[in-house]
């Protein structure tokens, strides 16, 4: 089939907008410029005042009323400090986040964070597709909204709020025969959506077609066409604070485990045969002290009966005793810490 138009989608954000008694709240991709041409069309066509919630919005307006062409993102605006001015029914109110994302406007004023609340009597159109491993996110997100009084309509929407931006099968055979490639390789989508992609391409009669994923080489000559010839093991990057790294330089591991298995920190002090410990935790259960209390009695007798042995050997006996009273009695790995300090005894 074929995509629906953005012309069409216009029509519908109007009607949505006209029927709805309060403030509209629309979520939108802060890229989609064409859609929030038809967001402003919508308001002028109902009388309403638009506002933008999100700073990539106001980079993409600005980037689309110089370089937009004949989209008409002229306004009617307001600013974000002047919404108590107006009455609900005069107001949208553009915002980021329909992914459900907990930093962008939409998911900040569902969990109440937000400058703007959701008052009884407001509609939130989301005008955008529901990304697959955001589903648990963006329900988090609709209930907040609902349980703040307003309705929420998404794809099941009575009117035409949303139209895909990627081609359907007719468009994309269309653009193929416009074309006319000698070699075709796709390189969007899961590995399926590339084999239909590429069977398509058979289909129109393209013989040189290739699917490849990441990391695989990608050779092209004139003589054979196009073919993987390698493939590269790839590796996770990680943006964190000034630094970019790998798992392992970064401690993302670490991080994991400490996450899932909380950490503890044991100390102790040895003066002459005696033994002193201190033990501190974080995200541990000690069944409110008691547990680290039979732990220090036990490490206590445990290390001064140790043999004689050097100091490595001694902090890891330490060690290794402390994960394992904590694995028995808790179930959990925890991440232990010991340090071990020896002073000979007073004469």
């Not at 109007?14 to 890229?31: D, M, N």
């Not at 939130?124 to 648990?136: H, T």
């Not at 010839?229 to 604070?241: A, I, Q, S």
């Not at 490490?299 to 004689?308: F, G, K, R, S």
Request: aromatic share 6%.
């Amino acid at each position: 089939g074929r995509t629906r138009s953005e012309g069409e989608v216009g029509r519908g954000l109007t009607a949505a907008i006209k029927e709805a008694p309060g403030r509209v709240f629309i979520g939108l991709f802060s890229s989609n410029l064409y859609r929030l041409h038809s967001v402003l069309a919508a308001a002028r066509a109902t009388g309403r005042k638009v506002c933008l919630l999100g700073r990539s919005l106001h980079r993409y307006l600005q980037v689309g009323s110089e370089w937009g062409g004949n989209l008409d993102l002229s306004g009617p605006f307001v600013s974000e400090g002047a919404l108590s001015q107006h009455e609900d029914h005069e107001l949208i109110l553009v915002c980021t986040g329909t992914q459900g994302e907990g930093r962008a406007a939409l998911g900040r004023i569902a969990r109440g964070n937000h400058k703007v609340g959701v008052h009884d009597g407001d509609t939130l159109l989301l005008s955008a597709r529901a990304i697959p491993g955001n589903l648990v996110e963006i329900h988090e997100m609709i209930d907040g909204f609902t349980r703040g009084g307003a309705h929420v309509y998404s794809r099941d929407a009575p009117w035409p709020i949303h139209a895909s931006g990627h081609a359907a099968r007719d468009e994309l055979e269309d653009v193929i025969r416009w074309i006319r490639p000698k070699i075709f390789v796709p390189v969007h989508g899961t590995r399926t959506f590339l084999e239909d992609h590429a069977d398509l391409a058979e289909d129109t009669g393209i013989e040189s077609v290739t699917v490849f994923e990441s990391g695989d080489i990608l050779h092209v000559d004139k003589q054979r066409g196009a073919r993987v010839v390698d493939h590269v093991e790839l590796e996770r990057c990680f943006y964190d604070g000034t630094h970019v790294g790998n798992r392992d330089t970064l401690g993302v591991r670490q991080r994991v485990d400490l996450s899932e298995q909380g950490a503890v920190a044991v100390s102790v002090a040895m003066v002459g045969d005696k033994a002193h410990v201190h033990l501190d935790s974080r995200g541990v259960w000690t069944d409110g002290g008691q547990l680290f209390e039979r732990l220090g009695a036990e490490l206590t007798t445990y290390v001064e009966a140790l043999p004689a042995m050097d100091h490595a050997a001694m902090q890891e006996e330490i060690r290794l005793f402390t994960r394992r009273y904590m694995k028995r009695n808790t179930g959990k790995k925890a991440q232990v810490m010991a340090a071990l300090f020896q002073q000979a005894a007073a004469s």
